[in-house]
């Protein structure tokens, strides 16, 4: 067979592999069942996201008073801009200490929303230009009764 025949051949078995390979990707993205979110939503309406709130307000109120305290003490500019971006820093991660068990439950809540409804990717809904089912409302009502049963 001369060369010319056997490049064209392989050509062809090439195009025919990735027409092949492009038809099942295609088919397993027309199975995947997408789910959506509005993620914000969810972390308002937790069961615990108002007392989380407060702990982090009160934390908060306690680190402002103690850093105005040091920053009316010192006499140098820089080190009261150092307390109190020290301050801050520290808030934020009591802040981030806080919220992070929320933001496990939601995890697991949307997770188990989305295997009970056999959905296999969940995406923000911003993030969701067209199609999609809302599952917001699921979301919610599984962290409602993770809460209620002490889950």
């Not at 305290?69 to 808030?91: C, H, L, V, W, Y």
Request: proline share 3%; glycine share 4%; net charge positive.
């Amino acid at each position: 067979m001369p060369v010319a025949k056997k490049i064209v051949l392989l050509a062809a078995i090439a195009v025919f592999a990735g027409m092949s390979a492009s038809t099942s990707a295609w088919a397993a993205a027309a199975e995947e069942r997408v789910g959506a979110i509005d993620p914000q939503r969810v972390l308002f309406q937790h069961p615990k996201y108002e007392q989380t709130l407060n702990q982090i307000k009160n934390i908060a109120d306690q680190k402002q008073v103690a850093a105005k305290g040091e920053i009316d003490k010192e006499p140098d500019n820089n080190k009261k801009a150092e307390i109190f971006q020290n301050m801050r820093r520290s808030i934020a991660e009591e802040e981030q200490k806080l919220m992070q068990p929320l933001f496990k439950e939601i995890d697991i809540a949307v997770r188990t929303v989305a295997a009970a409804k056999k959905i296999t990717v969940v995406v923000d809904k911003t993030a969701l230009f067209y199609g999609g089912q809302d599952i917001t409302d699921d979301v919610v009502q599984e962290l409602k009764k993770k809460n209620a049963s002490g889950g």
